[in-house]
């Protein structure tokens, strides 16, 4: 009975295992899987450390034409992009020695590292050459590889997401202020951070230099001194704007603040009147009580004296 168990169980295993490949080819078709594989030449750890050894040479050239015919077909530019390729391979190996350096340094210290060696160059290919035009559709296609989904977890974090933010008390909530809070809590820098102080200023300021829009006085003299610290040599028109906008809104605060003590001084008028009123009332009853004390005192004068 136990070989018996023993033998469905492996049955049962083998069947759930072809499915899970039958599913995963089904999502990945044969040309996805090749553009995958071809993202391999970014990792660091197999491009040979010497520049005039023929491998070095030859290397990624079968990955690079598989990147080049599936997003540069045109001829001029697939041209274009196995020159800058050829570039590349001499910053692949400058981010090598780079990554062996980091390696190092993470695992001195007894930590983990969270990013792959492709990963961690995709990520310095994006950071640092943005900006260059030599190697713009090398970066293109590193923003391509970076951003490729390859499990469901980011899909199962934007459902939970949704369910988070969007709740039966705000459902009426628009499709665009819904995107930008889903941006803010899956993609936003972690809280108590330098990225995350320095997004909340700028927020902060933005917010302040807008139209009707009521803020604390302490918080727009920040947003004054902010403005007037950022022109150095020349003042740009942005600035000068932000410094108007400020002053308006001071200007609003301070009228407002006017009528608030002028009513509050109206009103403490008010009672200070009803007090006396009702001082006099007062007075008005002694009177008289004294008045009746004296008659009776008189009466009884009389009696005793008959």
Not at 13 to 37: G, H, M, Q, T, W
Not at 42 to 53: E, H, M, R
Not at 127 to 132: C, N, P, R, V
């Amino acid at each position: 009975m136990a070989d018996q168990s023993k033998k469905i169980i492996q049955e049962r295993v083998k069947k759930y295992s072809k499915a899970i490949c039958k599913n995963i080819d089904d999502r990945f078709p044969p040309d996805s899987l090749a553009i995958l594989e071809s993202f391999s030449v970014f990792d660091v750890t197999q491009v040979p450390g010497d520049i005039n050894a023929p491998d070095f040479k030859v290397y990624g050239q079968s990955e690079i034409t598989a990147i080049k015919e599936h997003f540069y077909r045109e001829q001029q530019i697939g041209n274009d992009f196995l020159e800058q390729w050829k570039d590349m391979k001499y910053e692949l190996l400058q981010l090598k020695t780079k990554w062996l350096q980091f390696k190092d340094n993470v695992e001195s210290n007894n930590m983990k590292i969270k990013f792959s060696p492709t990963e961690w160059v995709l990520r310095k290919i994006v950071k640092d050459y943005q900006h260059d035009e030599q190697f713009a559709l090398v970066y293109r296609v590193a923003k391509v590889a970076l951003v490729t989904p390859v499990t469901n977890a980011w899909p199962e974090r934007g459902a939970s997401a949704v369910k988070r933010i969007k709740t039966r008390s705000r459902s009426s909530m628009k499709s665009d202020l819904l995107n930008a809070l889903l941006m803010i809590s899956i993609n936003g820098p972690a809280l108590k951070t330098k990225e995350y102080q320095e997004l909340m200023e700028e927020v902060a300021v933005r917010n302040a230099n807008e139209k009707h829009r009521m803020c604390p006085r302490s918080f727009i003299s920040v947003v004054q001194k902010k403005s007037l610290s950022s022109s150095t040599q020349t003042v740009d028109i942005d600035e000068l704007s932000e410094i108007e906008n400020a002053q308006k809104i001071d200007k609003h605060l301070q009228e407002s603040l006017k009528n608030k003590e002028a009513w509050i001084t109206d009103a403490f008028f008010e009672s200070d009147e009803s007090d006396g009123d009702d001082s006099d009332d007062d007075d008005d009853e002694e009177e008289i009580e004294d008045h009746e004390d004296s008659d009776v005192t008189d009466t009884d004068s009389e009696n005793y004296a008959d």
